[in-house]
DNA sequence: AAGTCGTGGTT
DNA sequence: TAACCAAGACT
C-alpha cells in the first residue's frame, strides 16, 4: 500500500509535526479549524502568496491586513484606483507586483465571474502568479495535489535527497521530487509544511536537524553537511551607482513630487526630481542637474541598496517658489504635496529616505 | 535564459 | 559588517 512506502511515511510524519508545531498566520487556516469544516478564501491565498513573493512574513502581515481591509473581495480590488493600489503598497518593494495584482484581480473579475481558477493551468494563466503561486493557491485554497515549490522547499527537498545539480537547472528535477512526496489527502497543508520545516527547522544556516520531524530519511544529514544544500551558482557583486535628488520645498511646507514612468525601477511609484542613476563619477550627479533653479544646498548621502545595484544619492534642498517651477527643465509635470500627506503617498523607500535626509521631520506623525 | 525588479532582517 | 536571502515573476 502507498502507505508503507518510506515517502508516505515521511508525508504522515510532516503532517504531524505541522498540527502541533504550524505557524500561525493572518491567512491562514488552522489544521484543527479546518478539521471542523473551515475552508480558505481564495483571494486571502491569494493575496498573501503575491505578498509574500520574495518577501518576508513579518513584512508582509501588516500590508495584508491593509489590503483586506480597503479591499475586502476580489471585487472590490478590482474596482479600486490603480493608484490608491499602488499607495497602499509603497514600501513593500517588487512595484511589478502592485500592478499584476490589480490586473488579476480585474481578469478574475472580468473574466471568471469574480471567483479565481481552481486550477493550477488557470491560475497560471492570470498576471502576476507562476509557477511556485499557481501551485500554491491550488494546494491551499482548491484541495489540489500540486507539487509546490518555493526557496524554503528548494532547501528541504535538495538536502532530503542530498541534490549537487546547482539552482536554478535543479528546480525541473526538484519539483519532481517534490511532486513524489505530496500526498492527495491534505496536499494545502503539506505545501506549508513544507515551508515551515524550511523557516523553522531546515533553516539556510545551522539547521535544527535535532528538531526535524523527519530525519531518517535526510540524505544530507547522513552522508554531507546539510548547511551546504543547495548547491547554487555565485553571485556576481552588485556595481555602484551614482545620482543626485532635488527636495524642493516651498513657502506652505509642501514637496515638489512627481511620477516615474509606468515600467521599469520603482515603475508607477511617486518620486523626487533627480539625476538618472549611473556608474558615471562627474557631472551628472553634480548639483549643475538641478531640475529648476534655486540655491540648492547639499543636505548629504543616502545610500541605498537594490536587488542588482547600490546607489548613493546626492540629496540637496531649496526653498523655492512655486512659480518658479517651470516644466521645461523637469521634463514631467508633478505637483505640490503638504508634507501632513506625505505618508499616504506612492513614496518607494529610497524616496522616503531622500526626503527625510532634507527634511527630517517630514514624516513625522500629524 | 540571464537580467531585471525592493526592502529589511539575520548572521 | 558585509553577505545572504525571503512563500518569485516576467522578459
Not at 140 to 152: E, H, P, Q, T, Y
Not at 153 to 169: D, F, G, K, Q, Y
Not at 292 to 298: K, Q, T, V
Not at 321 to 344: F, I, N
Amino acid at each position: 500500500m502507498m502507505r508503507d512506502l518510506p515517502q508516505a511515511a515521511s508525508a504522515a510524519l510532516l503532517l504531524e509535526w505541522y498540527d502541533r508545531h504550524h505557524r500561525d498566520l493572518p491567512w491562514r487556516v488552522p489544521p484543527a479549524a479546518a478539521r471542523k469544516g473551515a475552508v480558505a478564501d481564495p483571494y486571502r491565498v491569494w493575496l498573501s502568496e503575491v505578498m509574500l513573493q520574495q518577501t518576508t512574513v513579518q513584512a508582509v502581515k501588516a500590508y495584508f491586513e491593509k489590503f483586506l481591509a480597503l479591499w475586502p473581495t476580489v471585487g472590490d480590488l478590482a474596482a479600486a484606483d490603480t493608484e490608491d493600489v499602488m499607495k497602499a503598497w509603497a514600501g513593500l518593494g517588487y512595484y511589478a507586483r502592485a500592478r499584476n495584482l490589480k490586473k488579476c484581480a480585474e481578469a478574475v473579475a472580468r473574466d471568471h465571474g469574480g471567483r479565481f481558477p481552481d486550477s493550477e493551468e488557470g491560475l497560471k494563466a492570470l498576471p502576476g502568479i507562476g509557477d511556485y503561486t499557481a501551485a500554491a493557491i491550488a494546494a491551499i485554497a482548491f484541495n489540489r495535489a500540486s507539487a509546490v515549490l518555493d526557496g524554503n522547499v528548494e532547501r528541504v527537498i535538495s538536502r532530503l535527497h542530498a541534490v549537487e545539480t546547482p539552482l536554478p537547472a535543479a528546480k525541473p528535477e526538484m519539483r519532481a521530487l517534490v511532486q513524489a512526496l505530496t500526498p492527495a489527502d491534505r496536499p494545502g497543508d503539506f505545501a506549508q509544511a513544507m515551508m515551515d520545516l524550511g523557516a523553522t527547522i531546515c533553516t539556510p544556516k545551522r539547521p535544527a536537524c535535532s528538531l526535524c520531524p523527519i530525519p531518517t530519511d535526510c540524505r544530507a544529514l547522513k552522508t554531507a553537511d546539510p548547511e551546504t544544500f543547495p548547491r547554487k551558482a555565485a553571485k556576481k557583486e552588485k556595481p555602484l551607482r551614482l545620482g543626485a535628488a532635488f527636495v524642493a520645498v516651498d513657502g506652505l511646507e509642501a514637496v515638489y513630487l512627481r511620477k516615474r514612468p509606468e515600467t521599469g525601477l520603482l515603475g508607477g511609484m511617486t518620486e523626487v526630481p533627480g539625476t538618472d542613476w549611473t556608474s558615471r563619477r562627474d557631472g551628472d550627479t553634480s548639483i549643475d542637474a538641478h531640475p529648476f533653479p534655486a540655491e540648492w544646498e547639499p543636505c548629504g548621502t543616502v545610500n541605498h541598496v537594490f536587488t542588482h545595484f547600490e546607489l548613493h544619492l546626492s540629496v540637496f534642498r531649496a526653498r523655492v517658489g512655486r512659480a518658479d517651477v517651470g516644466e521645461a527643465r523637469t521634463g514631467t509635470s508633478g505637483w505640490w504635496e503638504p508634507l501632513a500627506s506625505l505618508r499616504a503617498q506612492a513614496l518607494p523607500t529610497v524616496m522616503k529616505k531622500a526626503i527625510a535626509k532634507a527634511i527630517p521631520h517630514a514624516f513625522e506623525a500629524g
